[in-house]
């Protein structure tokens, strides 16, 4: 049996780069849709259940950020993020808020047809990878993690929203648990590409992420670092009905 083509929705407010993006992902073996702002993504998603979303930050309407955060309030579907700007804080709001990836204008569409794979990639490998941190919801540790509105659940029944970068970063340890993750290896799972040279952003991640658990600053129960190695998560992982 055929597997159909990713379907891509791409949307930016200018009609000859949609117009090119369409083109060039269709002759990459994609089924690509436009939208030139956010009531047009809308009006698509009602009908389209898009595999990816590449989304321009600077929209008429809602911004990219707004459709970032608004989608994956009910949506676990891939985004990609696009920005003319060179304001590195513009690609950590958009992670935090849930973007798969961040891409700055201009670019080789051939980078971001790599991304695009990549992404897919790790998207269609959680579809299909049987394993206790691909439930809905997942017990670690004394905490849950509810997947589909990406929020920790403690003890007390408290509901903490995780950020799209804390929530990967997560996502890796449930899923490779008591299992010592370089710091390298936990850039390229949660970005799905080499970490650049000298690149310290994990342990920044790993550092929130322990906050986000409560983490005591000079004791880390749950995901220990081991020194010279990486970090591991100490908690067995289960699923919940």
């Known amino acids: 049996m055929t597997t159909p083509p990713a379907t891509l929705i791409v949307v930016d407010d200018d009609p000859e780069i949609c117009e090119l993006l369409v083109d060039y992902l269709e002759r990459h073996g994609y089924r690509a849709l436009a939208a030139e702002d956010g009531v047009s993504l809308h009006r698509l998603l009602a009908v389209e259940s898009p595999d990816l979303l590449i989304v321009d930050i600077m929209l008429p309407g809602d911004d990219g950020f707004t459709l970032c955060r608004d989608i994956r309030r009910g949506s676990d579907v891939p985004i990609i993020m696009l920005t003319a700007s ?16 961040y891409l700055s204008k201009p670019f080789n569409p051939r980078e971001l047809l790599a991304r695009i794979k990549a992404v897919l990639r790790r ?3 959680d579809q299909q990878l049987q394993h206790p941190a691909r439930a809905r919801l997942v017990s670690f540790g004394g ?16 509901r903490i929203p995780l950020s799209g970068a ?15 993750l370089s710091r390298n290896a936990l850039f390229e799972l949660t970005r799905g590409r080499p970490a650049p040279p000298l690149d310290r952003s994990i342990d920044v991640h790993v550092c929130r992420l322990r906050q986000r658990l409560g983490e005591d600053a000079h004791y880390h129960q749950l995901i220990r670092t081991v020194r010279g190695a990486g970090y591991v998560l100490t908690a067995r992982v289960e699923a919940l009905p």
Do not use: C, K, N, S
């Open 143 to 158: 905490w849950r993690l509810d997947r589909m509105t990406r929020e920790l659940i403690d003890r007390q029944e408290q």
């Open 166 to 180: 804390d929530f990967q970063l997560l996502q890796v340890f449930l899923e490779h648990p008591e299992q010592v």
């Open 123 to 125: 998207a269609r490998g």
């Open 86 to 101: 060179a304001d590195e804080t513009d690609r950590i709001l958009g992670l935090e808020l849930g973007a798969d990836d």
